[in-house]
């Protein structure tokens, strides 16, 4: 999938995550913030791994500002940040997510 | 009982924005939920709750309790695409808003059948929801009511209708007569349910319980929810009491016994009593079931 | 060596007469002898006790390196008297000092750099919050911490595990020859229950003041016969912080339902008839069941005989209704209850001690019959944390929880299942058990309730509750399915704090937090 620009999704709310995807140097960086790193680090990393990995995401750059979000919240917000970053507004496919 | 028969004495308005709250909601117990794409959600942000809905009814285990979308608006960009998402992750139903003729329903109805051949869902597993806001929705409330097999109830919105109706809001809900009578009246006749208004003054819990009872007596079917802690009274409301499930359980056994013996009509207590009755004692001992006044078999 | 709950405690620490938690009760009949104060006895009628500051009774007292100080916490939040007194030992360059609080928190940031200077070497404490509670952690307190309940504190104290040199007790106002009380001045705290234990054991006794009345200052809660000095200070606290104005009542629909479970599930339990007893403690949802608790004590046409321990306005309230006959006070949380001690026909002052102790003849916790207490989380087997947080971090309290869970017939920890941040109340594993599991009986949340294995009199009359029963598996899969699985912390191997149960045995250890890591 190709991202055009920078895009944020989700929020800072306690149990929300806040999502910053940007277009990538050639490879995938991630940095992950969180409030309960030592009990879900590994979870989340994995949860945006796989949600990248899904949408085809292979060049980008994420970072997560994490304030207890579950799992399907930290998918949630990362394919709101990926949709805006690729500019997909319409017939998104939902059956693959 | 059909799904399109289930109790739905509350139906909670939730914002799918609420990361926070969406990922148990299911604890303030209300009979269904409406995600709400529409009014809760700013413009910038309708992309967002669509994504957090879609993943909220696909991973999220709402413990049975029903799971209803409010979608956008016809007049809106946003529709199909809520249609799309919605049907994807296996809503139960989708509440369609401001509700004037047929064509409202009929063009939503096309998009629906379409996303559930195109993922795969039951062709008619997404159900129905008129949502009715204007003199003329109240006006066309039984032609909306059978526009759509997948139909199972009308409501009325308060918000903007009373501005509408030049009225004026009264304690005894007078400023809201005229649709409620016309709703319940349609609903009947159409043979589906129908739902009051929100109580938009949350903490004024007297008057909530005042309208409620007024609809209830009515013989609406529940009431639409913006606050957990409206749920509990709604609830106690449309609780029957006592005397009305001893005589509804009477009426039940007498009537297959009786019918076994081939009578038609006995006497409960002073009332006279025949298989017209079924159904209305069968509504109590749901509601009495569902409320806990009543283990069931 | 391993102890009753599977703990493992370095022997390192089992010397001196140290145990391992060997269960509640081992050591019900134990006999032991009381230690006495050093008391230096005056009979001089023109003896004066009040001292120009609080170096001169420090002086006079002759502290030395070494020696062990006592405070109280009746100021809560609000306190000055232990950073002031610590302040001023540290300017007259003692070090080295044992602190015996009964609980720190917030109010006692200041003391962090006492810690990290060796003024302060060693802590006993209930409550470690706020940045001590990080400090200790962290490892900055030379000597390991002790965490002792309020009722293993003054078993402590009376048996002489723990020996008091100097105790300054703060009190809102005090004679000049030592009678203290809880009311009368400008920052009220209603009771001193903490700080009586301190008088009769300590070997010198200090009353920190910032209000002086005529003598005699009775009834007093600490008697002038056990007052070495009395200190005037401009202020002892702060009242807005020392008693809420009005305790927040919760509107939170989710703490709410948790509240109205936990005290449905008291309405289906065998003891719920008129007479019975009760205790909440002062956190939000054990709060809010005194609101669910009359209409059904009105429904059920009982009353409640009495309440324990730690005290709100709406047990005023049921009090002056005549829904409950009596209240015995160990703590005043708002201006209603500090107000309302002593005055109100039925509201009564009783000592830590009597609240709580073990090893007393029996103490009040013995004949309760409820207590509602809420948790930080619990395990699979019932054993309750209340000191780390799921970082390892120490930033709780065990309070009157162990006692009262010990000494009530039914004791139920309320807790939503997962806290809003993603934190699961319940798992495999606490971090620290401070509460055993043979102690509890009942865990409620808001999707339902399940009751310890080892109580099927209480599962028996709980099965026309209409709530939903789990297993406590159950409910952590509950939990789990939300939140996910959490990883286990890290912990370096350094013990920065013991656990002590009520009886001064160990029942767990609470070491450094390592750096997280992520792969």
């Given amino acids: 999938m190709q991202l055009n620009h920078a895009a944020v999704g989700g929020t800072e709310d306690s149990g929300d995550v806040l999502v910053e995807v940007t277009p990538g140097q050639g490879t995938l960086e991630l940095e992950i913030n969180s409030k309960v790193l030592s009990q879900y680090g590994s979870s989340i990393k994995k949860t945006v791994l796989e949600t990248l990995t899904r949408l085809n995401v292979t060049d980008a750059k994420v970072i997560v500002k994490d304030k207890g979000a579950v799992d399907q919240t930290i998918r949630a917000r990362l394919v709101t940040a990926i949709f805006r970053a690729a500019d997909m507004k319409e017939n998104l496919p939902w059956g693959d997510l | 009982m059909s799904s399109k028969n289930r109790l739905r004495r509350t139906m909670m308005f939730l914002s799918t924005q609420r990361a926070g709250s969406i990922r148990d909601a299911y604890i303030y117990a209300p009979d269904s939920i409406i995600f709400d794409l529409e009014d809760a959600v700013a413009v910038s942000e309708k992309d967002s709750a669509r994504v957090a809905l879609y993943h909220v009814l696909k991973y999220v285990d709402y413990k049975g309790i029903e799971r209803l979308v409010r979608i956008n608006g016809a007049d809106t960009p946003f529709w199909k695409e809520d249609i799309r998402a919605s049907v994807a992750a296996g809503c139960d139903g989708i509440r369609i808003p401001k509700c004037e003729t047929p064509y409202d329903v009929e063009i939503v109805e096309e998009q629906v059948v379409k996303a559930e051949k195109e993922f795969e869902r039951p062709i008619g597993s997404t159900l129905l929801q008129v949502a009715i806001e204007t003199p003329l929705g109240v006006r066309n409330a039984y032609e909306l009511s059978m526009a759509s097999k997948r139909i199972f109830g009308i409501s009325i919105g308060a918000g903007d209708f009373m501005r509408s109706m030049h009225a004026r809001r009264r304690d005894d809900g007078a400023e809201l007569y005229a649709a409620r009578a016309q709703l319940v009246l349609a609903a009947r006749a159409a043979g589906v349910q129908c739902y009051d208004t929100v109580h938009i003054k949350v903490k004024d819990y007297e008057g909530l319980e005042r309208d409620t009872q007024l609809i209830y007596d009515m013989g609406f079917d529940g009431k639409s929810v913006i606050h957990p802690s409206q749920i509990p009274i709604i609830h106690k409301v449309f609780t029957p009491t006592e005397q009305e499930i001893e005589k509804a359980q009477k009426i039940i056994s007498k009537l297959s016994n009786e019918a076994k013996e081939g009578v038609g009509v006995f006497m409960v207590g002073d009332d006279m009593i025949d298989v017209a009755m079924l159904e209305g004692a069968k509504r109590i001992m749901a509601l009495a079931e569902a409320a806990g006044a009543y283990k069931g078999e | ?519």
């Fill in chain 3, 1 to 519: 060596m391993k102890n009753k709950v599977g703990r493992e405690i370095p022997d390192e620490f089992l010397k001196d007469g140290k145990q391992v938690f060997q269960g509640a009760f081992a050591f019900d009949k134990n006999v032991y002898h009381k230690v006495a104060s050093k008391t230096v006895g005056v009979s001089d009628p023109n003896h004066s006790k009040v001292l120009p500051d609080l170096k001169a009774a420090i002086m006079a007292c002759g502290l030395k390196d070494g020696m062990t100080v006592s405070f109280h916490h009746h100021f809560r939040d609000g306190d000055y008297v232990v950073c002031m007194v610590m302040q001023a030992i540290a300017e007259l360059g003692i070090k080295d000092i044992m602190v015996c609080a009964t609980s720190l928190g917030t109010a006692h940031d200041a003391l962090v750099p006492l810690m990290e200077s060796g003024v302060i070497t060693g802590i006993s404490s209930s409550g470690l919050r706020g940045k001590v509670g990080k400090a200790i952690s962290d490892g900055k307190l030379k000597n390991v911490a002790y965490i002792r309940s309020h009722g293993g504190r003054a078993a402590a104290i009376a048996s002489g595990a723990v020996h008091i040199d100097v105790a300054f007790l703060g009190a809102p106002t005090s004679d000049d020859y030592g009678n203290a009380r809880g009311q009368g001045g400008i920052s009220d705290c209603g009771v001193l229950s903490y700080g009586e234990v301190d008088a009769r054991y300590a070997d010198r006794v200090v009353i920190v003041t910032d209000t002086l009345v005529p003598f005699p200052n009775v009834p007093a809660s600490i008697s002038c016969s056990d007052v070495d000095y009395v200190v005037v200070v401009d202020k002892i606290g702060d009242s807005e912080k020392i008693a809420n104005h009005t305790m927040r009542m919760t509107e939170n629909p989710r703490e709410l339902i948790l509240a109205e479970n936990a005290a449905l599930i008291m309405k289906y339990t065998p003891y719920f008839k008129d007479g019975f007893s009760f205790q909440t403690g002062g956190g939000g949802p054990s709060l809010a069941v005194t609101r669910f608790l009359r209409p059904m004590l009105e429904e059920a046409g009982i009353k409640i005989g009495f309440t324990v321990g730690g005290c709100t306005k709406p047990m005023i309230d049921l009090l002056k209704e005549g829904f409950i006959g009596a209240i015995m006070d160990s703590q005043d949380f708002d201006f209603a209850s500090v107000e309302s001690v002593h005055k109100t026909p039925g509201h009564f002052e009783i000592t830590t001690s009597e609240y709580a102790d073990p090893f007393n003849k029996g103490a009040y916790v013995n004949r309760l019959d409820y207590v509602m207490l809420g948790a930080l989380d619990i395990d699979v087997d019932f054993n309750v944390n209340v000191i780390t947080g799921v970082d390892g971090v120490v930033r709780g309290a065990p309070g009157g929880h162990v006692d009262a869970a010990a000494g009530s017939k039914c004791t139920v920890v309320m807790a939503p299942l997962v806290r809003k941040g993603r934190l699961s109340s319940v798992r495999d594993r606490v971090l620290t058990v401070t509460t055993p599991g043979e102690t509890v009986d009942i865990f409620v949340t808001e999707v339902g309730y399940a009751v310890n294995p080892g109580r099927q009199d209480l599962i028996e009359s709980l099965k026309n509750c209409p709530l939903k029963r789990y297993t406590i598996e159950g409910l952590r899969d509950e939990a789990y399915a939300l939140a996910g699985k959490p990883e286990d912390t890290k912990f370096e191997d350094k013990v920065v704090a013991l656990v002590e149960y009520r009886d001064g045995t160990i029942i767990d250890v609470v070491r450094k937090p390592a750096k997280y890591v992520l792969e």
